[in-house]
């Protein structure tokens, strides 16, 4: 069956410019995730959604970014006045269950975004 | 707050001999546990992981993990490398009861080279 997609694979923009990311989860997964990795670091989290609300959005570093997910489906990860220091691969994650057990997270393939 | 630590950047192993690639970490309740592998210009594969119940746990393409809860450990190993097993290997916890529960909080990452 189809995975988590992500568009675009590879983003370049310039420093200040505004950017979206799309990730388009498996079909009947409810939680949908963002992480962000950096070259030679492992992901680090941004935000979580149930449904359409977002249920945990600790890990968004600054009030520049913010997520969407208006029909529970696919989301939009928006990153406002980008800075050099954005340029990392974002990374998209869904998985089963409202009910916070042990369900595996299933990612997606990644949007490169480099900030000149 | 949770933690993950791979203490090696960097595991090399002959191929068809056993290899093992650590972890450890750290949260204030029991844990889930969970390994991924990420290949080059592709996203992070779910391995395998730990809820609960018998310490050592079997996942895909012949990779195991044993929980020790008294050294906090979840170690990755296989009994015989294979080349195609040359990858970068992630270790992630989640404290389910904390109020970031659904958060995945990941290593630095482990680049394992098995050698032909």
């Known amino acids: 069956g189809a995975g988590v997609s992500q568009t675009p694979s590879n983003k370049v923009t310039e420093k200040g410019k505004y950017v979206e990311l799309r990730c388009d989860p498996i079909?009947?997964?409810?939680?949908l995730y963002w992480y962000r990795q950096s070259l030679g670091q492992g992901p680090e989290f941004l935000i979580y959604f149930q449904g359409t609300g977002a249920a945990d959005d600790s890990g968004l570093p600054n009030d520049r970014f913010f997520a969407v997910r208006p029909e529970g489906s696919v989301s939009t990860l928006k990153i406002q006045r980008t800075e050099r220091g954005d340029s990392a691969v974002y990374l998209c994650?869904?998985?089963?269950?409202?009910?916070?057990?042990?369900?595996?997270?299933?990612f997606g393939p990644g949007t490169r975004l480099t900030v000149l | 707050a949770q933690s993950v630590a791979q203490p090696e950047d960097q595991v090399n192993v002959a191929e068809g001999n056993p290899l093992t690639v650590k972890c450890t970490y750290s949260v204030s309740g029991n844990p889930y546990l969970f390994w991924y592998v990420q290949y080059p210009n592709r996203g992070l594969q779910f391995l395998l992981k730990y809820i609960t119940g018998d310490n050592l746990v079997k996942g895909s393409y012949g990779f195991e993990a044993e929980f020790n809860k008294s050294q906090t450990s979840f170690h990755l190993k296989k009994p015989s490398a294979l080349v195609s097993d040359s990858a970068l290997y992630f270790c992630?916890?989640?404290?389910?009861?904390?109020?970031?529960?659904?958060?995945?909080?990941f290593g630095s990452g482990t680049q394992l080279t098995v050698l032909p």
């Open positions: 994650a869904s998985s089963l269950s409202p009910s916070g057990g042990p369900w595996e997270q299933f």
């Open positions: 079909s009947g997964h409810t939680a």
């Open positions: 992630a916890v989640r404290d389910p009861t904390s109020g970031s529960a659904r958060q995945l909080t």
